[in-house]
């Protein structure tokens, strides 16, 4: 059993910084691409940063050069440290990770945190 714990969530002024934390913990191999998504009131689930094992982070166009996506493998983590935030910026913000649960496996299984809230007040 995999699960994904996110962490870091509340409320911030404009302008202020949050720094989110997803935890995987569970029978691991090996964690190849970590993400983070956000769903705002009445919009969809939209993807945010990815984090891969090989490769530079990837970025939404809206968060690019405010959010910063690292890992710590060692420790199955994955932040999300998010400067210069916007109103807009509020939403429910979801871990994903594509795991691998063996050696032998040659697929990864797909999870989901079950989200941290973050409140951007003008």
């Avoid at 002024?13 to 009445?42: D, E, K």
Wanted: net charge positive; with cysteine; glycine share 10%.
């Amino acid at each position: 059993q995999v699960q994904l714990v996110e962490s870091g969530g509340g409320l911030v002024q404009a302008g202020g910084s949050l720094r989110l934390s997803c935890v995987a913990s569970g029978s691991i191999f090996r964690i190849n691409t970590m993400r983070w998504y956000r769903q705002a009131p009445g919009k969809q689930r939209e993807w945010v940063a990815t984090a891969s094992n090989t490769g530079s982070p990837n970025y939404a166009d809206s968060v690019k050069g405010r959010f910063t996506i690292s890992r710590d493998n060692a420790k199955n983590t994955v932040i999300l440290q998010m400067n210069s935030l916007k109103p807009e910026d509020t939403a429910v913000y979801y871990c994903r990770a594509e795991i691998q649960l063996g050696s032998h496996l040659t697929y990864d299984y797909d999870y989901w945190g079950q989200g941290t809230q973050v409140t951007v007040s003008s």
